[in-house]
């Protein structure tokens, strides 16, 4: 799935199909055609086709003549492209339907799909005429091209390609049947078409120098994806989402020693494969955001008009993005920013004293290095903007934090008055608020009178540090407590990440430990449950949705041993395949999985046939991330067989069910083994596709072990068998199970062990 490739589907007539279609980024341009394959090289491109004449074909401008030929063949030549870099080219070749729409400025948009499936791409044909429009104002620069295309790739390796003109997508991030998606679903196609054009200035129209300024596209996409939904539907709460999304995964990359810094140096064009991760994407949207705080939202939107007028159709480097901002604000952003891009990790924040009256409290913090396995990292000092919140006030601008220690006053409004540091969580950093702040803070959490980011954060801050040895390990859970009556989707989203977090590890404890938290998770849960119920209501918003979502799929956790949970799930299973009402699309992952889980064939057979009754890869997840969930361990084999040496998966998606089946402790050791009997077959498999494909087969192999002595089995055995182009991912998957081998040490030392302390 890279350079010009074949990509396989089945018609309306269950007819086997292919067409055409191109993926260049980062190095493949050179699979088709001769060039120098380099972001700074630009070129303007004029495309001419060949194709059978039944055949439609499309390339990043629009077609300027069509000429048929002898032998039914046809010529399709196509307008020449403005100044661009060779990983922008596309074209696409094949049976195609479409959907059409203009922007208000005037810019035509389509989306194509395989023949019959058109009305699925009209959700994310709005987005794009919406985002287009979007951009245009806020750019002050408009879309230069004359249309806009955006096309279904049935199988590809990424999510989506931003090609200029003619962008690629995943056929589950474009095609929705907005009757059947998932609220989930329907925001990811939302997010990603947003991303993707959002590109067509931040990449396309101007275009970093090298490699190593990866971050320059995919950060400010990444962060403009966010900005641009915000704006299109304000009911996703999206900076809430941010929190526990874009920005917890930048958080968890880079506290490992084996992350990079967001300006990596590639010395060779084939390294940039491995750094198309967290830290490029997620935590160059952190430094975008910090910016963005430290400017206000006028300056911040100046200095990029002014940056994209005078960079359009050339390239750039980190320091003219900076000197942009610094010129039209006069802050000295390169000089605060270089902290955060040309170094790898992020601090954490410690309270070195405090002192509190009636008015203020006064305060002196320290930062340091925070790496997730609690060592003491180098000398590092990065540039930090601070917000401080309290009962009854927000900082009105970011404070900058540059010295290693540094004391701050902050006003507040009476004796039980409370703060918290990061408010909104504007940088990135970890925060270790004192025993008396967390005190104070427990309150507003209950009462939810603290933001939902500020009470997400809270927590999921204070699990990092605990894992990392900072703070004990029962100061979590105790704070947990405090959520009882949570009613936000983010928040739901932060006390999900813990308790799964504790998951794995309080299986390897084992014994009356595991139970006794199995039923703190689940009391804590099923009386969420109740309050939420199993059926979206009319006056829900796109946010109460994805919360009902999200507390209900804590049951395959948490609800596997109640009798009364089990039995709605599975009278919901067995209504839905006649009334399909019975079980809303939003709660399918959580109820096959319990009716796998405490059933056995006749469940497993009937989600496989309704993977193999549609070509619609949105229903098609549904088996794909589940099948693996099944507690018989020669159904999980199967699974694994079904993935990875069977034909009706696709090379894009056979990772997912090697995923499910690794869930649980047995399931791990089968992944784990699979993976080394069947490690030729997989490299043969992978030969001609992207790196990424065999990234995830490696995380979701080995990723959810939770012992030492699994990370050094793991790291012996690649470097006993070496993969060049994933050593990146496995260093920080090794990585990774060696921290949480840690914590279970520290656990297995704690309170945690003990049935009594979950009480």
Not at 508 to 521: E, K, N, W, Y
Request: hydrophobic share 40%; with cysteine.
């Amino acid at each position: 799935m890279a350079g010009f490739y074949k990509s396989g589907y089945t018609d309306a007539d269950g007819k086997k199909q292919i067409m055409g279609c191109t993926q260049f980024e980062a190095l493949d341009a050179r699979r088709a055609f001769p060039c120098w394959d380099e972001p700074a090289v630009k070129a303007t491109f004029g495309i001419t086709l060949i194709v059978p004449a039944e055949l439609t074909a499309i390339s990043n401008m629009p077609e300027i003549s069509t000429t048929h030929l002898p032998g039914g063949k046809k010529k399709v030549v196509f307008d020449i492209s403005p100044k661009m870099s060779t990983y922008l080219l596309a074209w696409a070749i094949g049976h195609f339907d479409y959907v059409q729409s203009k922007t208000n400025h005037g810019v035509t948009i389509r989306v194509f799909s395989p023949p019959g499936r058109a009305t699925e791409g009209l959700f994310s044909l709005d987005v794009a005429k919406r985002a287009l429009d979007f951009f245009d104002d806020y750019f002050n620069l408009n879309y230069p091209l004359p249309k806009l295309d955006m096309i279904c790739c049935t199988e590809f390796a990424m999510g989506a390609m931003e090609n200029w003109g003619l962008v690629t997508y995943r056929e589950v991030d474009l095609m929705i049947d907005e009757a059947k998606a998932t609220s989930a679903q329907k925001q990811r196609v939302a997010i990603v078409v947003t991303h993707e054009l959002a590109h067509q200035w931040f990449g396309n129209l101007v275009t970093m120098e090298w490699w190593g300024d990866l971050w320059l596209n995919e950060g400010f996409a990444c962060y403009m994806e966010h900005f641009a939904t915000d704006s299109l539907f304000p009911d996703y709460r999206i900076w809430e989402q941010y929190v526990t999304g874009a920005m917890a995964a930048a958080l968890r990359l880079d506290s490992l020693k084996s992350s990079h810094p967001i300006q990596v140096p590639i010395v060779r064009a084939e390294e940039v494969e491995q750094v198309f991760d967290a830290i490029s994407y997620c935590k160059g949207s952190t430094v975008v955001r910090m910016v963005a705080a430290i400017l206000g939202p006028e300056k911040f939107r100046e200095g990029l008009q002014q940056y994209m007028r005078k960079y359009q159709y050339g390239n750039t480097a980190t320091i003219d993005l900076w000197s942009a901002w610094r010129d039209v604000s006069g802050i000295d952003i390169p000089t605060i920013m270089t902290s955060w891009t040309k170094q790898m990790g992020h601090p954490y924040l410690t309270v070195l004293s405090e002192e509190w009256s009636t008015t203020e409290l006064k305060i002196e913090l320290e930062q340091k290095w925070f790496l997730a396995d609690g060592s003491e990292g180098d000398d590092k000092l990065w540039s930090i903007p601070l917000i401080f919140a309290t009962s009854s006030s927000v900082s009105d601008s970011a404070i900058l934090m540059n010295e290693r220690r540094q004391s701050f006053v902050i006003p507040l409004n009476g004796a039980n008055d409370w703060v918290k540091i990061n408010a909104g969580q504007q940088s990135l950093l970890r925060v270790a608020h004192t025993p008396t702040m967390i005190s104070r803070l427990v309150q507003p959490i209950s009462e939810k009178s603290l933001s939902p980011i500020d009470r997400a954060s809270l927590l999921l801050d204070s699990y990092a540090l605990a894992k990392a040895g900072k703070v004990p390990i029962e100061n979590v859970i105790s704070l947990l407590r405090a959520y009882v009556d949570e009613d936000s989707f983010t928040v739901w989203s932060a006390i999900s990440g813990v308790l799964k977090g504790f998951y794995p590890l309080m299986e390897q404890v084992g014994g009356d430990a595991f139970d006794a938290f199995l039923s703190f998770g689940a009391k804590l849960v099923k009386a969420a449950v109740d309050k939420f119920g199993w059926e979206h209501k009319s006056t829900d918003d796109h946010s109460d949705k994805l919360l009902r979502t999200t507390v209900l799929g804590l049951l395959d956790s948490f609800g596997t041993k109640d009798e009364t949970i089990l039995a709605e799930a599975r009278r919901r299973f067995e209504e839905h395949w006649d009334n399909p009402s019975a079980l809303h699309s939003d709660f399918k992952n959580t109820v096959y999985k319990l009716v796998l889980k405490s059933g056995g064939i006749k469940e497993y057979e009937r989600i496989l046939r309704s993977y193999n009754e549609t070509e619609d890869n949105s229903i098609r997840v549904f088996a794909m991330h589940t099948l693996g969930y099944t507690s018989d361990p020669s159904l999980k084999l199967r699974t694994l067989d079904w993935a990875v040496k069977g034909d009706s998966v696709k090379l894009q998606d056979f990772f997912y069910p090697i995923g499910a089946v690794s869930s649980s402790l047995a399931g791990s050791e089968m992944t784990w083994q699979y993976f080394k009997e069947n490690l030729a077959l997989l490299k043969a498999k992978l030969a001609k596709s992207v790196p990424a494909l065999m990234d995830a087969v490696i995380v979701n192999s080995v990723g959810t072990f939770t012992t030492i002595e699994k990370a050094t089995e793991i790291e012996e055995f690649f470097t006993q068998n070496p993969m060049p182009k994933n050593t990146m991912r496995i260093s920080q998957v090794v990585e990774s199970i060696r921290t949480n081998g840690a914590l279970l040490l520290k656990i297995k030392e704690s309170q945690l062990t003990q049935p009594s302390f979950w009480n």
